[in-house]
């Protein structure tokens, strides 16, 4: 397993989350436009905030599992189970390359 790849991998994934991340924000907290004084108007420009709130939430969440595989990779740990010990089976890590558990202790 190269680690080096993993880590580039991970770390342009990092990016485009942080992106994602940083545009879902903006889109809540930061609008071009104040919000209208009409409660029916303001339903409709809301709407989807709390989607955007979700994957705003969901973006952070990966972001911080992607640092601690960045630090397991520095730490010579990465692809070990952090439950059991056990090697992470490669398919996984190909597929969720921050995954901190093999498939048995992750179900």
Not at 7 to 23: S, Y
Not at 36 to 44: H, L, M, N, Y
Request: aromatic share 4%; hydrophobic share 35%; charged share 30%.
């Amino acid at each position: 397993m190269d680690t080096k790849q993993i880590a580039a991998k991970l770390n342009e994934l990092k990016a485009e989350l942080e992106a994602r991340v940083q545009r879902t924000h903006k889109h809540t907290y930061q609008k071009d436009q104040p919000v209208s004084a009409k409660f029916d108007e303001q339903v409709v420009e809301t709407e989807n905030d709390s989607l955007v709130m979700a994957l705003e939430a969901e973006g952070k969440e990966e972001l911080a599992l992607i640092d601690k595989a960045l630090h397991r990779i520095e730490a010579g740990t990465y692809g070990q189970c952090q439950r059991c010990g056990e090697a992470i089976d490669e398919a996984r890590l190909q597929a969720i390359p921050y995954a901190a558990y093999c498939i048995d202790c992750a179900n």
